[in-house]
């Protein structure tokens, strides 16, 4: 069996996916699963006459892209995430969205429904004297998206942690087949909030390739600003975030000013914090000039220096590192396993970064992309990773931006429509600032969308937040979950 | 202690201006629409369902008007207009004690509202303490009201607090449409608050349900169950525009 390989942002015929043996569909994924180059993007049904298609999108690194393959099952088939633990969630998004049956599945929970009562059936269970259950959410104390975390105590311990969620649900996969449409791309930028910059860069890559849109380099670089000056605000304020929650309030302080600070960056290029109606498909709605560019460069260079004595301050306090270090670890192997992504698959020295594997044009004349990684796993790795990618970050936009004062870039804009071609697939992925965001589409044959799914990088490392808090105490929760900072609403869509 | 005090000298002050002196707004900021009625032919091109993602722009006659609480300032209504008569102002004070307000007419000059409730003057004027619920926000308008905590707008100045229990609360601020599995527990946070308490909808989706206003498994915005007191517009409502509206509703502006 050879899965059909495209690359990122390309299209193909949807009838050329092959169509292989569940033997060999299985130890095809197994092998993906266990390779660190390469991992399972997607994983969704579609239905095909009386049956269904398992349609698998597996990740190759350094190699062409991406390799679909699939398998026609019944509608009770045979899990696979008893021995693929990172197509769990998967699995169970299709039983929930299809009414598939993946029969042996070992924790068949709803994902985005609600489970049948509040009042804790349906939630893992543990007996005995010492042990306890913390319920917390969906509200949170703070101004934070909802979700519940339940938590099985064994005395001060926390034994496992498990995290329902659901709440944000909006509904958005269903509101995207039959387009795209005046609404898809601003359900696009709001199917999360604080990634609306690289999921727009996604879907907009998505549609240039079903339509055969060529977009200008020049467009692709400010794509790229745009993308990079999101990473950072969000990079700032989750470091902020966690000076905040080890009480270490200089740069808790600091670093909420920043990060505002980049967000007016974002809005100078296009009149919005979160950098919404920047991207279209085919284009950009503005350009930069030069004056902008110019203002924006010695904007960035000014609030550089705010940021290194904000960061330094904290990375140099022994009472701060002591509180980071060994602090909810997640091991190499069990990112692995869970098919991690992100910022925290890389602390776990997992090397997976969308804007090195897929060999982006865009970085390369600017700054040499480098996979930062760490070894430890612990919320100081997940810290680390974060301050290690805002030197690149910068790096680039200090040699994009002076580019760009030397050669303005004009707003293009696709004017003669987009008409996506008729029974075709296409996938896209951006490094946004959680980790890759992942969208494939799969076109009728008018040309409309059938199948849409977005995978966020939330999607994939929800569980590795239960993981870090593993003979933890309940305490370091505040800590552990901000170190991940995933998307509640990207997960839920 | 003293490498944070050098930090602390060399960070400065930097509180914003704001409200004594106009929030700093790019110049490509779109604030609230203006209308120019002499420009438009009412040729309706505008109102065409596959223009405005969120159907903010209707009227009679081919005349628009624009529903600032649902609109999510896009633009494409602008880009649309042969005549050019639909333009994004630099007016950021949006937020309206009515939902009525919110509509942007040809023709009107735009005043915004003055709070004329009393009890929540008497209540809350000097002090405000808001529980934040986000059900089915995008997280954004969460984003941007925690900003309002951070010293650069520093809302604490005014008393307005942000609490971490409804039972400590002078208000709920909704984000999202209210999407059907929050229901319950946004439902559970009102009633915790004690009495009286008043309702703020913060962006699109809150005062209309924005862009999922039609979703099976959202409402459409908190007015479905709860009326709102003060409504900010915006995708999400930049920071300036929800603390100028929530100054206003307590007449400290």
């Known amino acids: 069996m050879l899965p059909m390989k495209i690359g990122n942002g390309m299209a193909a015929l949807w009838r050329e996916v092959p169509v292989c043996e569940m033997a060999e569909f299985r130890a095809w994924l197994r092998e993906i699963s266990e390779t660190e180059r390469r991992r399972i993007a997607a994983f969704f049904a579609v239905p095909d006459d009386e049956q269904f298609r398992l349609v698998a999108v597996a990740e190759d690194a350094g190699g062409c892209g991406f390799a679909l393959c699939s398998v026609r099952v019944c509608r009770v088939y045979p899990a696979l995430s008893g021995e693929i633990a990172a197509l769990q969630k998967f699995e169970r998004l299709i039983a929930e969205r299809d009414g598939l049956v993946p029969e042996g599945h070992p924790y068949l929970q709803p994902v985005r429904r609600l489970r049948e009562d509040e009042d804790g059936r349906g939630f893992l269970a543990e007996r005995g004297a010492a042990v306890h259950d913390v319920a917390v959410g969906p509200v949170h104390a703070g101004v934070i998206e ?102 270490f309030l200089p740069t808790a302080s600091f670093c909420g000013r920043i990060r505002g600070e980049y967000l007016n960056m974002t809005a100078e290029l296009c009149g919005n914090r979160f950098g919404r109606n920047f991207i279209l498909p085919g284009g950009t709605r503005f350009g930069l000039d030069a004056a902008r560019a110019g203002k924006i460069l010695d904007w960035l260079r000014r609030v550089k220096r705010d940021l290194d004595g904000a960061l330094k301050l904290f990375f140099d306090s022994p009472t701060v590192l002591d509180r980071l270090e060994n602090t909810g670890r997640v091991s190499r192997e069990t990112a692995l396993h869970l098919g991690a992504v992100g910022p925290a698959a890389r602390a776990s020295g997992v090397a997976r970064d969308a804007r090195c594997d897929f060999g982006w044009s865009e970085y390369a ?58 029974d075709s697939i296409a996938v896209s992925a951006v490094e946004g600032w959680r980790g890759e965001h992942i969208h494939v589409a799969l076109t009728d044959s008018r040309g409309y969308f059938e199948v849409y799914r977005m995978v966020d990088p939330s999607l994939r490392n929800w569980e590795m937040l239960g993981m870090a808090l593993r003979g933890e105490e309940i305490s370091n929760f505040p800590i552990c979950n901000k170190s991940f900072n995933l998307s509640y609403c990207g997960h839920d869509l | ?175 999202g449409p209210v999407s059907r599995n929050m229901l319950v527990a946004l439902k559970k946070t009102y009633d915790a608050a004690p009495r009286p308490v008043w309702v703020i909808a913060s962006g699109a989706c809150a005062i209309s349900g924005g862009l999922y206003a039609g979703s099976p498994e959202c409402l459409g915005g908190v007015e479905e169950i709860l009326k709102p007191d003060l409504y900010v517009p915006g995708c999400p409502p930049h920071p300036a525009t929800l603390l100028e509206g929530m100054l206003r509703l307590m007449n400290r502006r």
């Open chain 1, 365 to 422: 004349p600017y700054a040499a992309c480098e996979c930062v990684t760490e070894e430890t796993g612990d919320v100081l790795a997940r810290a680390r990773v974060r301050l290690r990618e805002l030197e690149f970050s910068h790096r680039f936009l200090d040699a994009a931006l002076a580019e760009a004062v030397r050669r303005p870039i004009e707003a293009v804009r696709c004017d003669s429509g987009i008409f996506p071609a008729a």
């Open chain 2, 1 to 175: 202690m003293l490498k944070a005090l050098k930090g602390r000298f060399e960070q400065g002050f930097r509180t914003g201006k704001f409200p004594d002196a106009p929030p700093m707004l790019s110049d490509r900021f779109p604030g609230r629409p203006v209308l120019e009625a002499a420009r438009c032919t009412g040729c309706g091109a505008c109102m065409r369902t596959e223009v405005c993602p969120s159907g903010a722009v209707a009227g009679k006659d081919g005349r628009p008007e624009i529903d600032t609480g649902k609109c999510i300032f896009c633009g494409a209504c602008a880009e649309i207009c042969p005549e050019k008569a639909i333009g994004f102002s630099q007016e950021y004070r949006m937020a309206a004690m009515t939902r009525r307000a919110l509509v942007v007419r040809p023709g009107e000059p735009y005043i915004p509202e003055r709070p004329t409730n009393r009890e929540f003057l008497r209540f809350c004027g000097r002090s405000l303490k808001i529980r934040q619920v986000s059900a089915g926000g995008c997280g954004a308008c969460e984003l941007d009201f925690n900003v309002l905590g951070t010293l650069a707008w520093d809302m604490g100045r005014f008393g307005i607090q942000i609490v971490a229990s409804p039972r400590h609360a002078d208000c709920i601020l909704v984000t």
């Open chain 1, 146 to 247: 909802p979700g519940h975390f339940r938590f099985e105590c064994v005395g001060e311990k926390v034994h496992s942690l498990e995290i329902a969620l659901g709440y944000q649900h909006r509904g958005i996969e269903a509101m995207l087949a039959g387009g795209p449409d005046e609404k898809t791309l601003h359900l696009m930028e709001t199917a999360d909030g604080s990634s609306s910059i690289a999921v727009a860069t996604a879907y907009a890559r998505l549609i240039e390739a079903l339509s055969g849109i060529a977009v200008p380099a020049e467009t692709v670089t400010l794509r790229a600003i745009a993308l990079e000056l999101e990473r950072i605000a969000n990079h700032v304020g989750d470091l902020g975030a966690l000076a905040g929650d080890v009480a």
